[in-house]
Nanobody, 113 residues
C-alpha cells in the first residue's frame, strides 16, 4: 500500500529552523525523484525543492541558500532542512513522488513570533 508519512512541522520563530521528513512505503523509492511542495492559505501549491535519484537538487528561488533537500534510500526517506525561516514560509508542506505520482498528507509549518 502506497503511503507517505510526513513529520517535523510545527511552530517556529522567525530565524529558526525545522527539519521535515517524509517516509515512503509502497513505492520503489530509489528510482524516484522526490520533491517538496508547499501551499500557503489562499495561494496555489508551489514547488519548494526536488532531488533526483542521483541526488541532483533543484530549489525555488525563494528558498535557495536557506533550505536543503536530501534523501536516504536505505530508509526510504526524503528530508527538507529549513533554516532562516520567515513568516512567508508559513504553509502546509507536502512531499511527492513521480513514479507513480503521489502526494503525502502534508505537515503544517508556521513561522511566527
Amino acid at each position: 500500500q502506497l503511503q507517505f508519512v510526513e513529520s517535523g512541522g510545527g511552530l517556529v520563530q522567525p530565524g529558526g529552523s525545522l527539519r521535515l521528513s517524509c517516509a515512503a512505503s509502497g513505492i520503489i523509492f530509489s528510482i524516484n525523484t522526490m520533491g517538496w511542495y508547499r501551499q500557503a492559505p489562499g495561494k496555489e501549491r508551489e514547488l519548494v525543492a526536488t532531488i533526483t535519484t542521483s541526488s541532483i537538487t533543484n530549489y525555488a528561488d525563494s528558498v535557495k541558500g536557506r533550505f536543503t533537500i536530501s534523501r536516504d534510500n536505505a530508509k526510504n526517506t526524503v528530508y527538507l532542512q529549513m533554516s532562516s525561516l520567515n513568516p512567508d514560509d508559513t504553509a502546509v508542506y507536502y512531499c511527492r513522488s513521480w513514479r507513480p505520482a503521489y502526494w503525502g498528507q502534508g505537515t503544517q509549518v508556521t513561522v511566527s513570533s
